[in-house]
């Protein structure tokens, strides 16, 4: 996944395309900020933490890579992650990765991204840091010390060297059932939030999108399991693929499993609606209109209730 989950992400250097980006509606409506949203993440030379302006993080947001490998059970048809020539390693080297982030949290705290010309021409107001997010070139959950690395993050902040920060896992949600992960995800606070991906109502469909062997059904089971214990988010993206959205019928299924999801039990704080921002790496995968995106997010709230927000 990436920060805005692997989803959004583009491996350290790769050049980013901000006029795909499309201005979230509901921004304030600054040329600076619809160009800031989009961008690629910006590794400012380190090997696991960047710093990317989110638009559902709504500005600032640190990002952990828990895959060097940018390993993934997914292959999504979206996905910006050039897997041609992959990372190495599986496992996060924690101390490094805590010296990166310790740093960068240093650096944001004293409003020093500005030396760092990526960030000259973003307005103050997303130079806030809203969140530290768990996410990467991969899926974040598959890293096997995920515990470590969430434990060393929970201890930096309980350290309280900085300003206080909210961390956010972002993941596909098919391993939340792994015990190690779950019991790290325990750990989180109630401020924390758990971003979990959903973006097909049938197999067909999720077949088509995400293109891995893990079933939606699992995918279902998970996302329940967790949100009878804690809020969750849901993290939907409609690509355009070779011309064509999203059929009627798979968003009314699509609208049906948020239903019954929440009619298990499963406490959803917010779906968020989006599409492929940047450009992915699969070439026929484009934006959706957000006309389209909009009519999604209101059959959403129409049918289940649920808050759904488009980005
Ligand atoms: S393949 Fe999908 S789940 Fe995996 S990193 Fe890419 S966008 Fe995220």
Not at 234 to 249: A, C, V
Request: hydrophobic residues 40%; aromatic residues 6%; charged residues 25%.
């Amino acid at each position: 996944m990436s920060n805005d989950k692997a989803s959004t992400l583009r491996r350290p250097g790769a050049a980013g395309n901000a006029a795909k980006s499309a201005p979230r509606p509901g921004m304030p409506g600054g040329r600076g900020m619809e160009t800031a949203f989009g961008r690629p993440r910006n590794s400012l030379n380190n090997r696991f933490v960047y710093a990317v302006i989110s638009q559902r993080a709504r500005g600032l947001s640190i990002g952990v890579n828990l895959n060097p490998d940018q390993g993934c059970n997914f292959n999504c048809v979206y996905c910006e992650v050039d897997r041609d020539n992959p990372g190495k390693g599986k496992r996060v080297d924690v101390r490094g990765m805590a010296q990166e982030l310790e740093s960068l949290l240093g650096v944001v705290a004293e409003g020093g991204l500005r030396r760092f010309a990526w960030f000259r021409t973003v307005p103050s107001e997303l130079l806030e840091l809203k969140e530290v997010a768990l996410s990467g070139d991969g899926e974040p959950t598959l890293c096997p010390n995920f515990k470590e690395v969430v434990h060393e993050v929970l201890y930096i902040r309980s350290r309280a060297r900085f300003a206080h920060f909210k961390i956010v896992l972002i993941t596909n949600g098919t391993a939340l059932d792994v015990l190690e992960v779950g019991q790290a995800v325990r750990r989180l606070t109630n401020e924390d939030e758990v971003w979990i991906k959903l973006d097909a109502g049938t197999q067909r469909h999720m077949n088509q999108v995400n293109r891995s062997e893990v079933s939606l059904k699992k995918v279902l089971a998970n996302a329940l399991a967790m949100g009878k214990r804690r809020p969750i988010i849901i993290q939907s993206l409609f690509p355009l693929m070779d011309g064509k959205g999203p059929s009627p019928e798979e968003i009314e299924q699509y609208v049906r499993r948020l239903g019954e999801l929440k009619v298990a039990g499963a406490q959803i704080a917010m779906v968020q609606v989006y599409s492929a921002h940047r450009p992915p790496h699969h070439p026929n995968c484009e934006h959706l209109p957000l006309a389209e995106l909009s009519a999604i997010a209101r059959r959403v709230r129409t049918v289940t209730g649920l808050r759904a927000e488009v980005f």
